[in-house]
């Protein structure tokens, strides 16, 4: 049977004659394209663990099939403070501020974060290069989620990247605004915004409650923190499937439209030892082969899918469908396409997260119109 080759505005059939392009598609009716690559053959980009985590949880099935853990790591140790540490390690206090475990009324689990900052010049701090996987390269893109509640009446702190070592700090400052006593917020407060910046590996990177900086600064500050999570954009987080033209699939690969679906739900290991619940999970479908490298450039569009309530309960199916345009390669042992999956959507700060989620079944199918 001839290839098939899809261009923008309809589809030319070459060399088929008759033959209609119903008939051509029949034989893809109901096929998984993927029925010889479930999760245990896809490959992780990290796989020491440090940025993400691509395993087998045998505990855990789908339909007689071993589920696959998919995470993004929080590259602070102990973000959810679950260890009993105290003060949590890491953590420490300037001027005449306290950091302690708060035990007694946290905001999840068995602990959290408490600051106490009597005096403008006081802060509680972590330094980054006590991050996994330090020393990063200078430049690097961080982003920051945590929970917080303020204790007592307060109109507005500051929570600051800076970098502690330089007389002019090189400095970003976010003023957290939502300051009812008692209540549990977000950081960032909405979907609109993020805590982003980039780091400066020369000198003594840190992260801050309160500022450096006598303007921004808070006085009679009392905060609790929980579910502090700091990822890098630029981190390697993706499961990624290679796959020929021809040869490593029930029937070949041509252009049209594919619909890419598998089981999701959420890891019942999130809640504990510094692992959360995935908020979204992303696929890209990546096309553009470098022959010279011998690997996929990421050029695929991502498709970001929110995690739903559903996800808690049990198994729910998730899928994409995207056009995919494939020529046949120079060479018939170079892939053509590249099928990409991931605990979170590092398009964006605004998407970035890090979170935990299993998948299971993975299903390809060239989808008739």
Request: charged share 20%; aromatic share 10%; net charge negative.
């Amino acid at each position: 049977m001839p290839h098939l080759f899809l261009l923008i505005g309809g589809a030319i059939l070459v060399g088929m004659g008759s033959c209609s392009l119903h008939d051509f598609l029949g034989p893809y009716h109901g096929v998984n394209l993927l029925e010889d690559h479930p999760f245990p053959a896809w490959t992780a980009d990290d796989g020491t663990g440090t940025y993400m985590v691509w395993e087998e949880e045998a505990s855990v099935q789908y339909d007689g099939e071993n589920a696959y853990r998919l995470r993004t790591c929080n590259l602070l140790p102990n973000g959810d403070f679950e260890d009993a540490s105290d003060p949590p390690t890491g953590w420490a206090a300037a001027g005449g501020a306290s950091v302690t475990r708060e035990i007694v009324s946290p905001l999840e689990g068995t602990g959290s974060l408490r600051v106490s900052i009597p005096q403008q010049n006081d802060h509680v701090y972590y330094p980054l290069t006590s991050l996994i996987g330090w020393p990063y390269p200078e430049g690097t893109p961080l982003t920051v989620r945590l929970m917080y509640r303020v204790e007592q009446t307060i109109s507005s702190f500051p929570v600051e990247y800076n970098d502690t070592s330089n007389p002019q700090p090189d400095t970003w400052c976010y003023r957290v605004t939502a300051t009812d006593v008692g209540t549990v917020y977000h950081l960032p407060p909405s979907e609109d915004e993020a805590l982003f910046f980039s780091v400066d590996t020369s000198g003594s990177p840190a992260f801050l409650i309160n500022s450096l900086n006598p303007i921004e600064q808070a006085i009679n500050l009392e905060v609790t923190l929980d579910n502090v999570k700091i990822t890098r954009l630029d981190a390697p987080i993706w499961a990624r499937l290679s796959l020929r033209a021809s040869g490593d699939t029930p029937m070949e690969l041509v252009s049209g439209t594919y619909r890419l679906s598998f089981m999701v739900r959420q890891d019942p290991q999130a809640g504990s030892n510094n692992v959360f619940p995935a908020s979204r999970i992303a696929v890209r479908f990546n096309t553009l082969y470098d022959t010279e490298s011998g690997s996929f450039v990421d050029n695929g569009y991502i498709h970001s899918i929110p995690a739903e309530p559903s996800w808690d309960a049990g198994w729910v199916e998730v899928s994409v469908e995207e056009d995919l345009t494939i020529f046949p390669p120079a060479n018939p042992d170079d892939p053509v396409v590249q099928i990409c999956i991931s605990a979170t959507d590092p398009s964006s700060p605004l998407t970035m997260d890090a979170g935990s989620i299993l998948v299971a079944h993975p299903r390809l199918e060239l989808v008739q119109e």
